[in-house]
């Protein structure tokens, strides 16, 4: 890889972005761009432009965006379109995030003639191969510095004595070691590393920052309902909103019981076990929601095809593979499910957990005249069921029959 | 099908069934055997054979039988070790049943020279297909009678009037009809039909019998230690106990905290959809335990793979395929994946929810030498992350600049 | 089911559908409507307008239609874009026809105001569950008549005592029966029953009706070039053609050279297994050149994708659910990935072979630069397989040391 | 990676891993151990030892093998048990010895006490993954040199250069570059690169080395019959023979009728496309007889399970995951299939293809009682198909109103 000359930074204001700023200033003497994003993590951004511009970023380089609706109307809600969730438990907050800003980076490096692109994830995460693979996927001729990998600075120590040595200014609170990781977006919280790395020992209270703790969640339930319209949420209570206030006000709901924590060990794609504290609360509900309304208006052809492909599309995400064709292709079949899947879910929320107790729609497809225990009102011929069976069966017998033969 | 001579009827003592008793002798005129079994349902099971009795059943064609522990060594936990849900969220309770129950119809039929077997499932669910493709699977040349499917009984009038007709004993809360159907057995009791018809309408909280309502559960968490080997569970809290004792003690926890709960709307085989209250208190205990292990003892490859098959797996089951070559063939995989699913899971109860907590194990395949933020003691080198990435990038290189050319 | 009161009948002219269409005109005392089809199958078809005519149809109730290029165009096509297969070998001729023919038959009972469909297919083959699910998702209210399930002229004698007591004309060599079944349209030939029921049995040759034998086929290869768009083919040596025409081509090609026999025995969506012999002789042709040029436009997530699926997706339209909502979804699965299928193939067809020999695209991601034996240009850094294969085998040697650990 | 003392190299006695012998000898002064196996690749093995002593080795630690019946019975006979395919027509004939040579070359070194292992393969291809993760599958401490990553003789010149610095004998013959690449076992011989390159020209004549030619094999037909046992072949016209040689007699049926020719481009799994030559032709009609012998032995279940996950198994073999818990799995469910594949096949071979014509076996399903065109012998009562059909549909009929009624 020749030298960059221009490079792309996702920059979060922070310690390490900073010094990671610094740093290829100093290591490549190439000039920076800044992106620094709201993806709905709850930190003010206007530091951030101050901090760059101390950090002598011209202004035309420094990018602040709110992309908040862009995420969760073409990111969050298609994957939530799948019921996606990594190995049986995760809702895939980090890894769809990734994508975007990638893009975002990719994009900003074309408007303003970089050649490269550089993110602050370590080299033994997902992040790192997320990031990447998005960014070559979109411009296969750009580079792309992952300073983590590169630099001599792995420890705490020599962090701070670089910082120092450049005039980072460093927060009181950032001198010592944070006790473990997190990263955040609209969508979740994910904590890991340090106080976390025993899978064996329970997460300490003060991990948790997005949700309260379900024994101090109201003693009452709250009960809410969602409307969706193909395969999207489109209102809470009645009322329409835009994508983001949706997944913002269930957040809020989600916090308020405690709903969507998960102390999980997972397997990374760079082949080891990692054990990560996520706290999910407006995800959690919108899933349960989701899968409410598909339990009216999804037909069970349907329904048994996208179970079986959701484990490999949420893998593909998990891995980094958003825009690969394989995505693509099985967001195609996906999407192609979701033309009726609306109508609207109630909801019970309490003390941790979100249930669907409730769901209607002009879409469904339940018909009560078939289920009824009543009398048969002729929608159904019982009798049906001893041909349905028989030829059910016919290869079974078959089977028996060959096996008494051969004994 | 010629008339069958003998038979043997899955017979439960209560009043429905007692009546198909009587419909056989006199509509077959058949010799009729009794099969009642302790599956863990919860009722006493002597009194069957005294109704059976007083139905003219010869004393050595009345088999009782408690058969808790076969069920749950040789059908429950083999599921759960595939962590099946079907459609999403259903533990299959109900469906896991029935192969049982007809592989003992059809070797007490072998054993009593009986050339058929009988249920009392109707003509519109799925239990009609499970039990028959089960006996037709286990005996090709067995006939099956199914009642429901064939005679003019078909409203609660005309069963109470053939009941008394045949001096059939009506216990008086039978006179009415039953707001609902319910099925138990020891992995979950389900409630279905009549006032739960609405799949709209939140299901009425006298619907619950086996949990009490999260609501009501106790304000304080509990924690208890569930110990796995080879991916069945053989302890709680350090004692060792037999798989059913194990699943009647989770089954208790589980109805202390309100654990289980689902109102679910299910796509049956026989194509239509059905709204069904279960609680499957110690089974959602279990699977959540059973993911934990997993989690650290079960390698990516081999659970991504068990992830993928596991939606097929379940629908299998539910559908009636438990005796089927597709069904072991996935179990043969299934197995094999679990040789190292050994150790222990440390799980929090509380209103509704069972959360893992903690999991440890000798076999535990999570290194915290590879994962911890701390400095590197050489067990992973992060530059090779770099050639990690490029090569899987390298595809979507050569896309994205195919991409570029053609357009 | 109420009586019918006016009938399309799927209609080839020939002696047996001549007995259903009197039958239906006796047994239920409706109107016929008749439908007769080109789809290729080389028979003449306004001798069937005459027999009709004779048989008391009105004019206006005659409907005859060529319809060749939408059977390819909207099935044959779509479905050889997922390289189509059944168990392994079986192209689906036949299968992929009998959407078509209800699709027509329900539009033309829409059209005359008919409220049912008739067609000759026998209770124990696969087509008559084509028919019917076709006929079902089309119109949910249509009635379906299959007179083979129904009627009592189950022997070769008595559907000949029926013609003669109904004067429908009988071709003298009809009077005989037939040493095997027949079906055709312009994707293929299959024949089965009677002669070909041992399937220990070598075939006669006299069954092979659409192709010479190969070693009847010339004693010279001989090349064609196939080109294709977006998966579909679209010339043939460079002249461009219609979708019938092009199959209408290949199967000239596949004739001359003894192409795409197959003798096989399959299981039926009835669930018994039948042998047949099966002759695709453009489809075998083209089924190689689209592997071609997929060879080198598809990219290997995408083409690992359709692989995985597509036996789900044969094995769909084989029982019959070409009209459902999962075989759209594989669908727009499949047509997702085929939009830089576009190139061309040269093929060899020699003595019952097509074989590709060269494929080349502007849409090919086939990169001489990456994959040369010649000194490398930069375009490829083989230190990277270093990092690659380390990391994939992480997992491999945290499998190895934990299994060293616990043994 | 501390520097090796002690490697054991995959030698094959020829100019390139000679030279690779020398270089591990040179450059990490390490003591080399060879191994030369028979894999069937139709090499003299003694001129290896008479190299290596030259060479310096020690007699000690000179390894020749003949492992050709364990490469067929524990490598090449269970992957054809799963008709495994890689990307629709690729044979992984090369794939599947990787993992035996690897196993071979772990348990030398364990038993000599090295501590690494080296492998010829170029850092462009698959067979370094194959190797690699073959060898840290077995030891996870093992050390693997691949040279070709290393070194700098990356040109002929060099090459040759280096052989006559250190006094390595040049075959005449290899002074000029090969005009193409080779792998050789007793399942196929692949050619790749140089005159191959270019995926729009036909592979010139001469780089078919284990066939002939199509037009020059016998104008007449040769027919054999193949026995199988749990899907396995045990014997050819009836006469037993072990698995390594009925693989050389097949490969020698194969050469005659110009039988397993394939002119491919595969997607590597290191990201890129190539194009290769293959000749397989004993597998080709292997795999041909497998499927003729599983069409009425094998359950339809069962068979479209198999088909289902074989592309994943496929891929596994192809990528070098032979030795992952995923391929156990796999394995695991395909080889409970087998159980009843046992059975004859009779086969038809001529002029480039082999095919089924007659297939026999005391396990086949095959009922020809149940699929008769006779008159019914009362196995099969047609009017079944018409409850199984209204179930089948009934799903689509909801959907279809449902579509009505929301329009």
């Not at 992040?127 to 420890?155: C, G, H």
Request: some cysteine.
């Amino acid at each position: 890889m020749s030298a960059p000359k221009k490079v792309v930074l996702a920059y979060s204001g922070g310690l390490d972005t900073s010094i990671i700023l610094k740093w290829l200033q100093t290591e490549y003497g190439c000039e920076v761009v800044t992106f620094t994003a709201d993806l709905g993590q709850g930190e003010e951004l206007e530091p951030a432009r101050k901090k760059a511009e101390l950090l002598g970023i011209k202004p035309e380089n420094i990018f602040i965006e709110d992309i908040r609706e862009e995420f969760v109307r073409d990111f969050v809600f298609p994957m939530f379109r799948a019921n996606a969730v990594y190995e049986g438990l995760y809702l895939l907050g980090t890894s769809i995030a990734r994508p975007l800003i990638s893009k975002r980076l990719v994009e900003i490096a074309e408007a303003t003639g970089a050649d490269a692109v550089s993110h602050g994830a370590t080299g033994k995460g997902n992040d790192q191969v997320r990031f990447e693979l998005s960014a070559y996927a979109l411009n296969p001729d750009i580079k792309v510095i992952a300073p983590w990998r590169e630099w001599d600075l792995t420890s705490r120590t020599r962090l701070l004595e670089f910082a120092e040595a450049n005039q980072i200014p460093i927060a009181k609170d950032k001198r010592g070691e944070a006790p473990f990781s997190v990263d955040a977006n609209l969508l979740h919280t994910s904590s890991e590393g340090k106080v976390l790395e025993d899978p064996a020992e329970m997460a300490p209270d003060y991990v948790y920052q997005r949700t309260v703790n379900p024994e101090d969640a109201p003693n009452e339930p709250e009960f809410i309902e969602i409307t969706f319209e193909q395969g999207d949420a489109v209102a809470i209570n009645g009322e329409a909103l835009s994508p983001a206030t949706i997944l913002t006000q269930l957040n809020e709901y989600g916090r308020k019981h405690g709903i969507g924590r998960l102390d999980f060990v997972e397997n990374r794609f760079v082949g080891m076990k990692s054990r990560g504290i996520y706290e999910t609360p407006g995800g959690d509900i919108l899933l349960e929601a989701h899968r409410g309304i598909e339990q009216i208006t999804l037909d069970s052809g349907a329904g048994h095809l996208k179970d079986s492909i959701m484990p490999r599309y949420a893998e593909l995400i998990y891995n980094g593979f958003w825009y690969s064709p394989e995505r693509e292709m099985l967001q195609a079949l996906i999407d192609e499910s979701q033309k009726h899947v609306t109508g609207t879910v109630r909801l019970k929320l309490y003390k941790g957990s979100a249930k669907t107790v409730g769901r209607w729609s002009d879409h469904s497809l339940y018909s009560e005249a078939h289920v009824t225990f009543e009398e048969d009102a002729g929608a159904y011929d019982q009798k049906d069921a001893a041909g349905f069976i028989q030829l059910n069966a016919l290869r079974l017998k078959l089977l028996a029959a060959r096996d008494r033969r051969v004994k």
